[in-house]
């Protein structure tokens, strides 16, 4: 009789045994697919992460000389006013003026154009108001409505981002 019980004992160890190991199986196996869809989401969040700081770093790079050219933009309206006035003033050595002045400017488009500034000169344009500034409106009568007459100051974009609009005076209705 002893044995038979040392016997049945055993029995039903073997027969809790398949079920406890099907049960641990089934937890690890849920563990694992866990563990994978943590390890994918972790691996999609760091490349998109990766692919952020990128366009953010172009971004930087590519804008980083705005203020820099705002500050600059002054000093060369002021170049360019002073060409005009180089023309009208008596006791001025109007030519060595002009010539550095000149000068001076291809300098100043030199620099924009290598830190990829561009010029907005709209004169005799249409008027574009996301790029033009109207300033003034001018009845002429050989000219159609909304053409640019005159520019007080260029406009500029820098890589194609505009950083200040050109300001002028625009043709009105009749």
Do not use: W
């Amino acid at each position: 009789m002893e044995n038979e019980e040392i016997m049945n004992n055993e029995n039903e160890g073997l027969d809790q045994e398949p079920e406890a190991h099907a049960k641990e199986l089934i937890n690890l196996e849920n563990e694992l697919k866990d563990t994978k869809d943590s390890l994918f989401r972790a691996r999609a969040e760091l490349e998109n992460q990766r692919k952020r700081m990128e366009r953010e770093t172009d971004v930087a790079k590519k804008y980083a000389l705005q203020d820099f050219v705002t500050r600059l933009l002054p000093a060369k309206d002021s170049m360019e006013k002073g060409l005009d006035i180089s023309y009208m003033e008596n006791g001025i050595d109007g030519e060595a003026l002009f010539e550095g002045m000149t000068s001076t400017l291809r300098i100043c488009d030199d620099v924009f154009k290598a830190v990829g500034v561009e010029v907005i000169d709209p004169l005799g344009k249409d008027f574009n108001p996301e790029i033009h500034e109207a300033m003034a409106v001018k009845q002429v009568d050989d000219v159609k409505p909304n053409v640019v007459l005159n520019v007080y100051q260029k406009g500029y974009l820098l890589n194609g981002r505009l950083i200040r609009a050109a300001r002028v005076e625009v043709s009105g209705n009749a």
